[in-house]
């Protein structure tokens, strides 16, 4: 599927049906494991995206699938609990459709997260890294042939550090690496990575911060260390340790973004 079934003024009109606000302050997407940061959110409630015309489901074990809406420090919200993988089978378009839905409730910035594995040897399972820049190895994401734009993410970047430290939260900053999965990637893929200049890899998020960048979507993204990739470590890969890492730095991970929510 390369386009939506539904326009998204059409899903944007579902959820105001809904309740969901007319305008937002911030959007929020949710990599996984890292849904408990809707515990932060005031007045809250929630559709599952099974409900919302145009939605697809999620697949991922830690994407719950629901979008929820509130506020946050008195600010309007809405979070995306899941995001669409291009693995699952979804089209680039659909993949950005929270970032897509963010533009069209009038968000003033979207915060991005994800899990990813650490190619930086001397990052850390838990370290939360600020996205300073990214690689399309493949150039696997396009933006219509039309479009002609450069993204540039240190100037958020640079933000998202100053608030870290302002609220005494130590974060890392690097280089994300997009791969399409659903595979982990391979020792020799790895050692590629890091020659590339890449400190994190992951499969999701890029295709966003694309999108958002072409939109004129102020963007922020934050990478969790939830493993180390292949070959860094002598142990097997495992996605339950993507759980485990969240539900160690969940309460942290929610101050920064209710930071990044109050002054970014």
Same mark, same amino acid.
């Given at each position: 599927?390369?386009? /939506?079934?539904?326009?998204?003024?059409?899903?944007?009109?579902?959820? /105001?049906?809904?309740?969901?606000?007319?305008?937002?302050?911030?959007?929020?997407?949710?990599?996984?494991?890292?849904?408990?940061?809707?515990?932060?959110?005031?007045?809250?409630?929630?559709?599952?995206?099974?409900?919302?015309?145009?939605?697809?489901?999620?697949?991922?074990?830690? $994407?719950s699938g629901d979008l929820w809406t509130g506020t946050v420090s008195?600010?309007?919200?809405?979070?995306?609990?899941?995001?669409? $993988?291009?693995?699952?089978?979804?089209?680039?378009?659909?993949?950005?459709?929270?970032?897509?839905?963010?533009?069209?409730?009038?968000?003033?910035?979207?915060?991005?997260?994800?899990?990813?594995?650490?190619?930086n040897t001397e990052f850390s399972v838990g370290d939360l890294m600020?996205?300073?820049?990214?690689?399309?190895?493949?150039?696997?994401?396009?933006?219509?042939?039309?479009?002609?734009?450069?993204?540039?993410?240190?100037?958020?970047?640079?933000?998202?550090?100053?608030?870290?430290?302002?609220?005494?939260?130590?974060?890392?900053?690097?280089?994300?690496?997009?791969?399409?999965?659903?595979?982990?990637?391979?020792?020799?893929?790895?050692?590629?990575?890091?020659?590339?200049?890449?400190?994190?890899?992951?499969?999701?998020?890029?295709?966003?911060?694309?999108?958002?960048?072409?939109?004129?979507?102020?963007?922020?993204?934050?990478? /969790?260390?939830?493993?180390?990739?292949?070959?860094?470590?002598?142990?097997?890969?495992?996605?339950?340790?993507?759980?485990?890492?969240?539900?160690?730095?969940?309460?942290?991970?929610?101050? /920064?973004?209710?930071?990044?929510?109050?002054?970014?």
């Amino acid at each position: 599927m390369n386009k /939506l079934p539904y326009s998204i003024t059409q899903i944007r009109k579902f959820l /105001l049906e809904r309740d969901f606000p007319e305008k937002i302050d911030s959007a929020v997407i949710l990599g996984s494991g890292l849904g408990d940061f809707i515990s932060v959110i005031e007045d809250s409630f929630s559709i599952p995206y099974s409900e919302i015309p145009g939605f697809p489901e999620t697949s991922v074990q830690g $994407h719950s699938g629901d979008l929820w809406t509130g506020t946050v420090s008195g600010r309007s919200i809405i979070a995306f609990s899941g995001r669409f $993988h291009h693995y699952e089978g979804h089209a680039f378009p659909v993949t950005v459709l929270p970032v897509r839905l963010a533009e069209a409730f009038g968000a003033e910035k979207l915060i991005i997260s994800n899990a990813a594995g650490s190619i930086n040897t001397e990052f850390s399972v838990g370290d939360l890294m600020v996205i300073d820049d990214i690689i399309q190895p493949f150039q696997s994401v396009a933006a219509a042939p039309s479009d002609r734009f450069r993204y540039n993410l240190y100037p958020e970047a640079a933000r998202v550090r100053k608030i870290a430290a302002e609220i005494g939260l130590e974060v890392q900053r690097g280089t994300y690496i997009y791969v399409t999965g659903p595979n982990y990637e391979s020792k020799a893929e790895i050692r590629a990575f890091r020659v590339l200049g890449a400190d994190v890899v992951g499969m999701s998020t890029v295709p966003e911060l694309v999108e958002a960048s072409r939109l004129n979507l102020r963007a922020a993204a934050i990478s /969790l260390v939830t493993n180390m990739a292949a070959g860094v470590l002598k142990q097997k890969l495992d996605h339950s340790e993507v759980k485990e890492a969240a539900e160690a730095r969940k309460d942290d991970f929610a101050r /920064l973004v209710t930071a990044l929510i109050e002054k970014l």
